[in-house]
Structure formats: C-alpha cells, structure tokens
C-alpha cells in the first residue's frame, strides 16, 4: 500500500499524548473525541520501528486505519530512541548520522505499508565543533537519499523546524533552499508559542480546548454527578 497523501484536513492527535495507553486504547480515545488522523510517533511505547515483527504490526495497524477511517502521519521524534542518554541524538548533521537515517529509512517503509500522508523528521541540533555551513550542507547530502528512497516508495518526507535545530524556522529553511522537502507545520505548537510570546493565558481561540480535553471534561463531570454506587463505592 503506497502513500497517498491528501489535500482534505482532517482533526488530529498525536500518539506522544497517550505515553499510558496502548496504541488500540489511543485510536479508541481518539476516535470517541472526534478526531480523524493520527500522529505516530515511532518508539517502544507504541510503534517499536526496529522490533522483529515490525511489518506485521504496521500491516495490521494498516488494517486498523482503514476500519475507522483514520488518517495517518509517520513521526520520527522520539527523544530516546536512538540514544538513551542525550535526548534527539543523534541529529543529522552528526558523525552519528547513520542512526538517524536508518529510522528515516524504516519510517518510509512503514509509511508506505499503511499509507500514510506523510514522514515527519527534523534536522536535529547543530553537533560540536561543527559550523553551521557545514551542518548545512551534512543535512542537504544526507537529505537527498532519503528523498529519493521516499518518492520511490510513494511517500511524501517532510522537515519540521524546531526552535535549537538546525531548520528552526521555515523562513531560514526556504533562505538556504536547502533542503527542498515539504515543510511540516505543526499549527497547535506554533499557536501556542504565538500567544505565550503575547502574554496570553490560553492557547486555544475563544477559550475552547481541543475535542480531547473536552471529552474528559465531559467524563469527569458524568462520574461525579453519577450515584456512588455507580462509581463502585460502598
């Protein structure tokens, strides 16, 4: 199954927001709140990219996404995956590099197996005693394969700028030209760091808080109003 990726928005969440639930339990969680996509985020905790049996798993997850109707985006940020002590280590631009896009490299197969709209990755921070021209250009070589391994697989590979890395913003990204992959923009955090800058106390508009967050809202209000013998006490 190639990737198809799509134009149509849809509401989505991100698996690094259920650390305590299963991957089954987050698409249930998910779905019951409304939302219609989903961001795996590659790592023991749900998806293990390196694990033997990791093409079953994304064939039956493939399966999975297809019952519910579930878009899906492939992440690559796991901040320990690959190096248990220095969190996003190694970055691209590193001696350590082959780490790296070898999980770039599983991310597109994965992508591929369950269709998915696109593969998120970073750049990652600038090494020691490497200049940012250099970094640059590491990041551009290193990107081109990868790029090319994703289009023959179908995929779309896109670069999110993280403030501290290398891309950390889109301007600078589209000022060196390099590399000349799709930008992922994640609209949530970006909002959020828009009105922290402001001073304001919310990063939701209007004061309303992500269908998620409402659901258990919702919950919570349902179990206190609910009899005690319905909540299980005596």
């Given at each position: 199954?190639?990737?198809?990726?799509?134009?149509?928005?849809?509401?989505?969440?991100?698996?690094?927001?259920?650390?305590?639930?299963?991957?089954?339990?987050?698409?249930?969680?998910?779905?019951?709140?409304?939302?219609?996509?989903?961001?795996?985020?590659?790592?023991?905790?749900?998806?293990?990219?390196?694990?033997?049996?990791?093409?079953?798993?994304?064939?039956?997850?493939?399966?999975?996404?297809?019952?519910?109707?579930?878009?899906?985006?492939?992440?690559?940020?796991?901040?320990?995956?690959?190096?248990?002590?220095?969190?996003?280590?190694?970055?691209?631009?590193?001696?350590?590099?082959?780490?790296?896009?070898?999980?770039?490299?599983?991310?597109?197969?994965?992508?591929?197996?369950?269709g998915a709209d696109c593969v998120s990755t970073w750049s990652?921070?600038?090494?020691?005693?490497?200049?940012?021209?250099?970094?640059?250009?590491?990041?551009?070589?290193?990107?081109?394969?990868?790029?090319?391994?994703?289009?023959?697989?179908?995929?779309?590979l896109a670069i999110e700028p993280e403030p501290g890395m290398?891309?950390?913003?889109?301007?600078?990204?589209?000022?060196?030209?390099?590399?000349?992959?799709?930008?992922?923009?994640?609209?949530?955090?970006?909002?959020?760091?828009?009105?922290?800058?402001?001073?304001?106390?919310?990063?939701?508009?209007?004061?309303?808080?992500?269908?998620?967050?409402?659901?258990?809202?919702?919950?919570?209000?349902?179990?206190?109003?609910?009899?005690?013998?319905?909540?299980?006490?005596?």
């Amino acid at each position: 199954m190639s990737s198809a990726p799509t134009t149509r928005w849809a509401p989505a969440y991100g698996t690094n927001g259920f650390a305590e639930h299963t991957l089954t339990a987050a698409l249930d969680v998910m779905a019951h709140a409304g939302y219609r996509a989903i961001g795996l985020t590659l790592g023991t905790t749900h998806f293990d990219p390196f694990a033997a049996d990791w093409r079953a798993r994304a064939e039956a997850l493939a399966a999975d996404l297809r019952r519910r109707g579930f878009r899906i985006a492939v992440e690559t940020g796991s901040p320990y995956l690959l190096d248990a002590f220095e969190p996003f280590a190694p970055s691209l631009a590193s001696d350590e590099a082959p780490a790296r896009t070898a999980l770039i490299e599983r991310a597109i197969e994965i992508a591929a197996i369950v269709g998915a709209d696109c593969v998120s990755t970073w750049s990652g921070a600038l090494p020691q005693n490497v200049s940012e021209d250099q970094a640059w250009q590491r990041l551009a070589d290193r990107m081109r394969p990868l790029a090319a391994r994703a289009a023959d697989a179908g995929v779309r590979l896109a670069i999110e700028p993280e403030p501290g890395m290398i891309v950390d913003t889109v301007e600078k990204a589209r000022a060196r030209g390099q590399p000349r992959q799709p930008r992922h923009h994640d609209r949530h955090r970006s909002r959020d760091r828009r009105r922290r800058a402001r001073g304001s106390a919310g990063c939701h508009p209007r004061g309303r808080r992500p269908p998620l967050q409402r659901a258990r809202r919702r919950h919570a209000r349902r179990t206190a109003r609910a009899p005690a013998a319905r909540r299980g006490r005596p």
